[in-house]
Antibody, heavy 125, light 106 residues
Framework: QVQLVQSGAEVKKPGASVKVSCKAS????????INWVRQATGQGLEWMGW????????GYAQKFQGRVTMTRNTSISTAYMELSSLRSEDTAVYYC??????????????????WGQGTLVTVSS | DIQMTQSPSSLSASVGDRVTITCRAS??????LNWYQQKPGKAPKLLIY???SLQSGVPSRFSGSGSGTDFTLTISSLQPEDFATYYC????????FGPGTKVDIK
């Protein structure tokens, strides 16, 4: 069965960086994009960006441009999200999610059909 | 960027009620609209994709409709396990989530 298993909780100081991992199993890792979504406590879902595990191509939400880097290691079917220059507002649960492509209205759309369990990142001095 | 809004932001309902949640996009997104359910402390779960297609394993009491800018998620008969927060998401241009609708017990 498809699983995305994320690394454990992190506590970081302001200005530091954090790197969260997402290990995929149960499917061909290079066949589906991995997206990252975060959620501050009591808040909604915020999309951060995507990565194509086959090519390594990435696309980031404008808000995170210059601060986020998404990479992968195909030999161990693992995706990574690194966020730098952390501030208190970055305290949140970070999720990885697999993007599934579907055909609609003559074009292609995507949904997030499998999600990791989430990783709490706390930024505090 | 495409902005998504949802209404209501919260609602109280009883088991067996018919519940309708609305999602609106700031521009036409065709049918590139998904719905997710999230329970406290858990990852979101995909319910509906392409505006009206039911994800495998999701009960048939959930349905979606709409196209263009206006979309609806309907729960035909609310069950105890349906009390949760529901999010819409557009995939027409990158991805954007709506702010969520919390469904709680009346």
């Amino acid at each position: 069965q498809v699983q995305l298993v994320q690394s454990g909780a992190e506590v970081k100081k302001p200005g530091a960086s954090v790197k969260v991992s997402c290990k995929a199993s149960g499917y061909t890792f290079t066949s589906y994009d991995i997206n990252w979504v975060r959620q501050a406590t009591g808040q909604g879902l915020e999309w951060m960006g995507w990565m194509n595990p086959n090519s390594g191509n990435t696309g980031y939400a404008q808000k995170f441009q210059g601060r986020v880097t998404m990479t992968r290691n195909t030999s161990i079917s693992t995706a990574y999200m690194e966020l730098s220059s952390l501030r208190s507002e970055d305290t949140a649960v970070y999720y990885c999610a697999r993007a599934e492509q579907y055909d609609s209205s003559g074009g292609a759309g995507f949904d997030f059909d499998y999600w990791g369990q989430g990783t709490l990142v706390t930024v505090s001095s | 960027d495409i902005q998504m809004t949802q209404s209501p932001s919260s609602l109280s309902a009883s088991v067996g009620d018919r519940v309708t949640i609305t999602c609106r996009a700031s521009q036409s997104i065709s049918s590139y609209l998904n719905w997710y359910q999230q329970k406290p402390g858990k990852a979101p779960k995909l319910l509906i994709y392409a505006a009206s297609s039911l994800q495998s394993g999701v009960p048939s009491r959930f349905s979606g409709s709409g196209s263009g800018t206006d979309f609806t998620l309907t729960i035909s008969s609310l069950q105890p396990e349906d009390f949760a927060t529901y999010y819409c998401q557009q995939s027409y241009s990158s991805f954007t989530f709506g702010p969520g609708t919390k469904v709680d017990i009346k």
